[in-house]
């Protein structure tokens, strides 16, 4: 039951440019969307979020994109840097419980 | 902002033994999670705990699996019987709310080892 899904496991990018991860989702329902970042042995941190209600939201380097007639949103960065090295986890939250179910993560390295 | 605080960071225990993870909330967040992340995988939902019950739990989340607040701050996840696909980090979240922009902040995990 994937209704959470990051199609790209690794992304690499050079320093400076546009780093954009992808996630694509099934159920109607959620009424938030969240990407977080983890560091090895660390929790998830929370990076930025998104209403179903809105299509963009920007905070820095980084914005989030929802298409949601394509159950679809993506997270650029820009300029990515490498401190934004870490694993990215789409997750969407079911809007009656608070539940967030996540994708399996994409990893983004950063090459100096 | 104040952060969630697990113990212990690591666990290593024998299969069919009981282990039981620690999580310190702010004491003012009514809601609290478990999730957890087998090496390699997904985080997966567990169980969450509102007003000091289980309000929804995964599949995952058998009778093996229990939670509690006993003294009003301490949020524990006990396993009875564990086995070895028990192994995983599992992370405990807490949210002020579970609507509008209340976000789950997730603590740093502990790390089980069943031998």
């Known amino acids: 039951d994937q209704q959470v899904k990051q199609n790209s496991p690794s992304l690499s990018v050079q320093e400076g440019r546009i780093s954009i991860l992808n996630c694509d989702y099934t159920n109607s329902m959620f009424d938030y969307f969240l990407w977080y970042k983890k560091y090895p042995a660390e929790g998830p941190t929370f990076l930025i979020s998104?209403?179903?209600?809105?299509d963009k939201n920007e905070d820095g380097r980084f914005t989030v994109f929802l298409n949601k007639s394509a159950k679809h949103l993506s997270l650029h960065i820009v300029p990515s840097q490498p401190g934004d090295s870490a694993v990215y986890f789409c997750?969407?939250?079911?809007?009656?419980?608070?539940?967030?179910?996540f994708g399996q993560g994409t990893t983004l390295q950063v090459k100096p | 902002e104040p952060e969630v605080t697990q113990t212990p960071s690591h666990q290593v225990t024998q299969m069919g033994q009981e282990v039981i993870l620690r999580c310190v909330p702010i004491?003012?967040?009514?809601?609290f999670y478990w999730y957890r992340q087998i090496l390699g995988q997904k985080v997966e939902f567990l169980v969450s705990f509102y007003n000091n019950e289980i309000s929804e739990k995964s599949e995952i989340f058998d009778d093996q699996f229990s939670v509690e607040r006993p003294d009003g701050s301490n949020f524990t996840l006990k396993i009875r019987s564990t086995k070895l696909e028990d192994s995983a980090m599992y992370f405990c979240?807490?949210?002020?709310?579970?609507?509008?922009?209340?976000?789950?902040?997730f603590g740093a995990g502990s790390r089980l080892t069943v031998l």
């Open positions: 998104i209403s179903s209600i809105k």
């Open positions: 997750a969407s939250r079911d809007g009656n419980t608070g539940k967030l179910i």
């Open positions: 979240a807490r949210a002020l709310g579970r609507s509008g922009a209340n976000v789950l902040t």
């Open positions: 004491s003012n967040h009514l809601y």
